[in-house]
């Protein structure tokens, strides 16, 4: 059974301030790694993508990507009231059977 | 518009009853998937297609049903042995192995 595990939060980080968010996921053929941004009653959308280790940077997010510690992370900088939503990761094992998904992490942005 | 459908936005249903939900692309994207999310919940995979007139069980797909007879359209029906149907209503297509959502279909069992 794949899993993939989220601290639920809330996770409270002050405007301006880098909001840091963590994933770790049990299977170890896992191939593609994503982070969807979710407001309250609304679908996923999705932010960031990443598939080799390292770093990768988008505008004020930084996906990392540890695959031998089985662990990825978005980092938000400067951050926003409107990135306040739950961020869920979600992880592909490179089958046909879509994403597996985590809890996601409540973030309040404080003004 | 290019995008992902999904009807009606809000469903409310009475115990015992089936109902369908829609959900229509026209990106020409060959897969789709159903997900379910409840409260405080991740997604879970109901089913998913890859082509016209093939699909695969999820996770949870006792209670559900699903066609896909045309390209566009991945139809969801919740029959009334779904335990416990309330729950928002995700259907998605792939791009690139990306997944892309619709704006969901949010039903309660009264």
């Known amino acids: 059974q794949k899993e993939v595990e989220q601290n639920s939060g809330p996770l409270s980080v002050p405007e301006g301030a880098i909001a840091s968010l963590n994933c770790t996921y049990s299977d170890r053929v896992s191939q593609s790694f994503f982070w969807y941004r979710q407001y309250s009653g609304k679908s996923p959308e999705l932010i960031m993508s990443?598939?080799?280790?390292g770093d990768k940077e988008d505008g004020r997010f930084t996906a990392q990507l540890n695959k031998a510690s089985q662990y990825v992370s978005l980092l938000i900088r400067d951050s926003q009231p409107s990135d306040s939503a739950t961020y869920l990761c979600a992880v592909a094992g490179g089958g046909a059977d879509g994403l597996t998904f985590g809890k996601g992490t409540h973030l309040i942005i404080q003004p | 518009d290019g995008g992902i459908t999904q009807s009606p936005k809000y469903l409310f249903r009475k115990e015992g009853q089936n109902v369908t939900l829609s959900c229509e692309q026209n990106l020409n994207h060959d897969a789709m998937y159903w997900y379910r999310q409840d409260p405080g919940q991740g997604l879970r995979l109901i089913y998913y297609s890859q082509i016209v007139n093939d699909f695969q069980k999820g996770d949870i797909a006792e209670g559900y049903s699903v066609s896909r007879e045309k390209k566009e359209s991945f139809p969801l029906t919740v029959t009334s042995a779904q335990k416990n149907p309330t729950a928002f209503y995700l259907c998605?297509?792939?791009?690139?192995?990306?997944?892309?959502f619709g704006e969901g279909s949010r039903l309660t069992v009264l």
């Open positions: 998605a297509t792939v791009s690139v192995g990306e997944l892309f």
């Open positions: 990443i598939y080799s280790n």
